[in-house]
């Protein structure tokens, strides 16, 4: 009998009920919320006279409608009144959560690991596509849609089919001023935005082992860029180390990396599709395009026109085919997000 990766068996450990290869009913152990995606589902909940089923399962933070420098100056009416909804429904719910303004506010896929709510072997979901940040650390972690947000906030529940799996290994040593943004990057240029649809994917290998955690969360982060809506990885010594002492772990921590450990893939795992890639020899990647497969390493040259895609990102960002990123003047350098 063929082993097991991390996925099936986190898959196995929260479904409810239902069949593989149809719609599944998953247990949620984590419900991340913000303020966009979440004020539909709360009025949901209104109208149909329902509670929050588990406020002690679901946290709150502040993110993208707050401006970078002066926080509490939202001059944009929409993003006003969200923020503000999202403080009245809080509240309202009983939801612990992170202040506008207080220590622990930011980017809701920070809040969760800072805090150590995001741990191995949780099944997490949140209305943001990039929650596949949280797999990072061993779980299964996805966006979802308002309606979705919805249906979690009433039942702590949200079917699912299981996706096909796919094994990403980035193998070797990179060399001096190439990071995890590059590894991705350079999978994307070469296998494109589409080959991981309907896919999870399982990032691993010595390259990866050697990364810190906020390296690991960039690579499953974009995982929504090469198609998935998952990427995961094993947890190890450097994911226990970034998660003890932490407010939200376990209370008997050792105990909890005892079982931490049984969840990682077994040797003769079996995937559906399997890439390697050496970042050994990788330059740093950069961007030409307007998608994040339109890339090359810093030393070559952007490509020729191939079709109508290429001369619209061209005529877009201002560039031409047989440039290098060495030849772009630097105007403006945007830093942080």
């Known amino acids: 009998m063929a082993g097991k990766s991390i996925f099936d068996k986190l898959w196995e450990r929260h479904v409810i009920t239902g069949e593989e290869g149809q719609p599944q009913l998953m247990y949620v152990d984590q419900h991340y919320i913000h303020e966009v995606t979440s004020p539909q589902a709360f009025q949901g909940l209104r109208d149909a006279g329902r509670r929050l089923r588990r406020p002690d399962l679901t946290f709150g ?24 909804k999202l403080a009245e429904n809080v509240e309202e719910f009983g939801i612990e959560h992170a202040a506008h ?59 699912q089919v299981k996706p096909k799996k796919m094994l990403v290994e980035f ?17 994307i240029a070469k296998y494109g935005v589409a080959c991981g649809v309907g896919y999870v994917v399982e990032y691993r290998g010595q390259a990866i082992d050697a990364l810190s955690m906020e390296e690991r969360m960039t690579i499953c982060n974009m995982s929504i860029e090469f198609g998935s809506k998952m990427g995961i990885m094993n947890p190890d010594q450097s994911t226990y180390d970034y ?95």
Request: glycine letters at 10%; one cysteine or more.
């Open 61 to 84: 933070t502040f993110d993208h409608n707050v401006p970078t420098v002066n926080i509490y100056d939202i001059r944009d009416v929409i993003s006003k009144a969200q923020i503000d």
């Open 171 to 187: 193998t070797g040593v990179p060399q001096k001023g190439v990071y995890s943004k590059d590894f991705i990057l350079a999978l």
């Open 243 to 337: 998660l003890k002492g932490r407010e939200c772990v376990p209370e008997d921590f050792e105990e909890a990396v005892a079982d931490w450990k049984t969840i990682v893939s077994d040797n003769d795992a079996v995937y559906d599709k399997v890439i390697r890639m050496d970042v050994s020899d990788l330059a740093p990647m950069v961007t030409w395009g307007t998608n994040p497969a339109m890339g090359v390493d810093f030393d070559s040259s952007f490509p020729e026109i191939k079709d109508m895609n290429d001369e619209r990102a061209y005529n877009y960002m201002g560039l031409e085919p047989g440039q290098k990123p060495a030849d772009i003047e630097l105007g403006y350098i945007f830093i942080g997000s």
């Open 101 to 159: 303004g207080s220590e622990k506010q930011g980017i809701v896929h920070m809040v969760g690991p800072e805090t150590g709510r995001t741990q191995p072997g949780k099944f997490i979901v949140c209305g943001d596509s990039h929650t596949a940040t949280h797999g990072a650390f061993g779980a299964i972690a996805f966006g979802i849609g308002t309606s979705e947000v919805e249906h979690v906030f009433a039942t702590q529940t949200l079917w």
